[in-house]
């Protein structure tokens, strides 16, 4: 059997891609919890840098097949921002409801 290590400590980005690969047979998919790995910063420029730098990390630190991404809001009318600093937007410590409120504003 196949293994797949999950790039992600976020437990719905979990479910949804165990969701998504369900159907696939002969492949284990596995979680921090089952392999436990490093934060990464994500300090990339784009979804898809920040999605190859945890993968890269993880990889190099497990030496398993890695799955990652990275996903955020962008919204037109403010040039494409928040972007990849969609979860920072109100700043380090803030929630989501505090980045929702500044979005609105």
Known sequence: MERLLLGTRNKGKITEIRG???DLSGLELLTFE???FSEVEETGE???DNA???AGSIVRE???PVLAEDAGLEVFALSGEPG???ARYAG???DYAANN???LK
């Open 62 to 64: 497990t030496g398993l």
């Open 84 to 86: 990849v600093r969609s």
């Open 46 to 48: 784009t979804f898809l």
């Open 34 to 36: 089952d392999i436990p």
């Open 101 to 103: 409120a500044l979005l």
């Open 52 to 54: 190859l730098l945890k």
């Open 20 to 22: 998504l690969l369900s």
């Open 92 to 94: 380090e410590g803030h």
